[in-house]
């Protein structure tokens, strides 16, 4: 996989414009140094893994329960509303998500939450702080 | 020096300075304190409000949060036998068993009186070596600048990783991060893919917050139970002010724990985790005839780490202000919060902003002493608030991470490139890939690439521009020593662990 990253940052760096200057590093060098670096290392790594003497061979599990892929996926849906519903509309039920899924059984606590901490927020930083948060298509 | 020594003092004992740093100092207490959060934690919960606050204020509040966590994390560790902080690791070792006994007042006071001596022996170490680091580092060149850049990751990466390798991989995927967008010599667009938001490249705070909170909001998940943590009810609290007979057996062990908490604070990536083992195993050393056994509730053995830890970050401001190089996660923050009012924290800002410079130490010390202060005063209730519900707090912070990414630059994109890191994080830590490298290399990238074609470029492509100057060549032979010593290291557990 790491090799992967390397060798597509490499082609992409291929297309980067040459020096300008003889003598003289360009925007490519570092690019370039960062490349060969990456591919050694992974290599390195790769053998380490081959010879059983790191831990490489024996990857932990993805300590993610259900309920953490759960959460992710309410990222993932929470995220692009942002800017469509508007910060505080997209908030109220992406908190009360994480409420329940971190264990509150309080439904009466899961809505009041949901809604105070979210409005708390917004004013804050909108009033408070002349911050914009996205305030969504329609506003 | 007489005047700008005036300014600093003032700006960082002016009134809305002082109400921040009591505040950061009471939300680092309360949030080093809860098992699972870190002060990087506290630190991104706070970060929005630091783009619009005026930068003294943003500064002490992060001090405040920075010592306040610090000591946050031993309460935990003392009071529930789980270290708030890596580095709270060493005091529960004879915080918890004394809270067994019925003195839990007594450790707590033992702690709180023991941080405060060694962050206001940092904080003086910080006030008398800063400003003549920074004097030494003005005659530094570009190729003096690259080598310590490069010295700053590399030690960083030694000590972040179990295996050198994945330490140094991180680190260079961290380089090939920075390099998206403008480069910082001639300004050509790099690896943009023709998106105008990635031409001023990746910003390092909003990789930051993904970073850190994304995985621990996801991790957290699979701990959590009711929600609350653990109910904390010590049988008896007892006195929490130490007696005079305490006191005179704190008096080594907090001139240990100062001494080497401050050392190893000023070496990048060393952290306060090292410096609070190394004080306990010296005090248990230089002890003779403590009442109580080492590990069984000694004064000794609480006064020593948490000394220690808490001489740390007075320590890790040395590198960061004198020279740009942050030592950890925390003060890597604290360079970008800088970074946001554009203040380059190195030599430079204590020439062109000295009044700043000094008011950030003056911060520093104000930030000990409210802790001392806020700790002794409220400590009662503060310790309740272990208990604190994750239900509501981490779904705040969630939503904190997205306003905190957003108003760096009103961009939504930028939320986007913050759960991007949060995947990144998630993925580097089943790999078992260290973070903090990534995150170094985020912090220096740019420096060490333009110090290094700057170099270049002045000695018409002649490396050996970096072995004629004698700061270029320390700092080189220093790097060589750090990634040497990894290595052996590194080789050293493999043998062990079969």
Known sequence: ????????????????????????????????????????????????????????????????????????????????????????TASVPFFATLTLLYGQRNRLLVVVTAVVVPVLVFVVFRYGFQMLLPRGLWL | MGDVLAQGFAQAAAPSSLLATAIGSVLGIVIGMIPGMTISTGIIIVLPLTFVLDPSISIAL???LYVGGMLGGSFAAIMLNIPGTPSAAATALDGHPMVVRGEAGRALGIAVLASFCGGLFSALCLFLIAPRLADIALGFRAPDLFS?????????????????????????????????????????????????????????LTALIGLFAIPQLIGNLGQTGSGAIVSVAPATFGRVFPTLADL????????????????????????????AFLSYDYARKTTKNAPEAFGEGAVEGIAAPESANNAVTGGALVPMMT?????????????????????????????????????????????????LIIALAGLRVLVKLIAMPRTILMPAIAILCVVGAYSLRNSVFDIYVMFFFGLLGLGMRWLEMPVVPLLLALVLGRQLEEHLRVALTGSQGDISVFFTSPFSVLFLSLAAVSIVWSVVSSQRSAGGAR
């Open chain 1, 1 to 88: 996989m790491l090799l992967a990253f390397s060798g597509v940052y490499g082609v992409l760096t291929v297309g980067l414009p040459e020096r300008s200057l003889p003598n003289t590093p360009g925007p490519a060098f570092f690019p370039w140094l960062i490349t060969g670096g990456l591919i050694v290392l992974s290599m390195a790594l790769l053998v380490q893994s081959l010879r059983g003497l790191g831990d490489t061979e024996r990857l932990a599990p993805l300590l993610i329960s259900r309920r953490g892929w759960m959460a992710l996926g309410a990222f993932v849906a929470y995220l692009p509303l942002v800017p469509v519903l508007g910060f505080l």
């Open chain 2, 62 to 64: 992060l001090l405040g």
């Open chain 2, 148 to 204: 310590l850049v490069l010295l700053g990751l590399t030690v960083i990466c030694s000590f972040a990783a179990k295996s050198w390798i994945k330490g140094l991989l991180s680190a260079a995927i961290g380089l090939a991060i920075v390099s998206i967008g403008q480069d910082p010599v001639m300004g050509t667009a790099r690896f943009t893919f023709g998106s105008p938001d990635l031409l001023s490249g990746i910003n390092f």
């Open chain 2, 248 to 275: 005179r057996r704190m008096r080594l062990p907090v001139g240990i724990g100062s001494i080497v908490g401050t050392f190893l604070g000023i070496l990048p990536g060393a952290g306060g985790p090292i410096a």
């Open chain 2, 323 to 371: 020279l740009g190089i942050p030592g950890d996660p925390v003060t890597a923050i604290l360079v970008g919060a800088l970074l946001v009012h554009g203040l380059a924290p190195g030599p430079l800002l204590f020439i062109e902003r000295a009044d700043f410079a000094y008011g950030v130490i003056f911060s520093f010390f104000w930030a000990n002493i409210f802790n």
